[in-house]
């Protein structure tokens, strides 16, 4: 059994900043990628970023493009997201998750793990 146990969310001005981690424990598992998605009330849960231990690529939504920066530690299954410059459309519900499989993309059904979430709420 994979958990992933995100932390670090919170109530935020709009401007401010946090930073989310998500730390991944369970049987031996190594991931291929770790990211993160969010679900806003009343819609869809959308991409957000993810990271790729191979080489370290790193891949953004366009709505984070430039605020938000993705990193981790593939050696303790460990994945952050810092948040800077936020804005109250951020305010989501944020969910860690993860692939043990080759080849990744922003769409929910590549992703094979998933976390409880963490409440992000900016504030205008």
């Known amino acids: 059994q994979v958990q992933l146990v995100e932390s670090g969310g919170g109530l935020v001005q709009g401007g401010g900043s946090l930073r989310l981690a998500c730390a991944a424990s369970?049987?031996?598992?190594?991931?291929?990628?770790m990211g993160w998605f969010r679900q806003a009330p009343g819609k869809e849960r959308d991409f957000v970023a993810h990271?790729?231990?191979?080489?370290?690529?790193?891949y953004y939504a366009d709505s984070v493009k430039g605020r938000f920066t993705i990193s981790g530690d593939n050696a303790e299954n460990t994945v952050y997201l810092q948040m800077n410059s936020l804005k109250p459309e951020d305010t989501a519900v944020y969910y860690c998750?993860?692939?043990?499989?080759?080849?990744?993309?922003?769409?929910?059904?590549?992703?094979?793990?998933w976390g409880q979430g963490t409440q992000v709420t900016v504030s205008s």
């Open positions: 998750t993860a692939r043990d499989r080759p080849r990744v993309g922003p769409r929910r059904y590549e992703y094979d793990y």
């Open positions: 369970g049987r031996t598992f190594r991931s291929y990628a």
């Open positions: 990271i790729t231990w191979s080489g370290g690529s790193t």
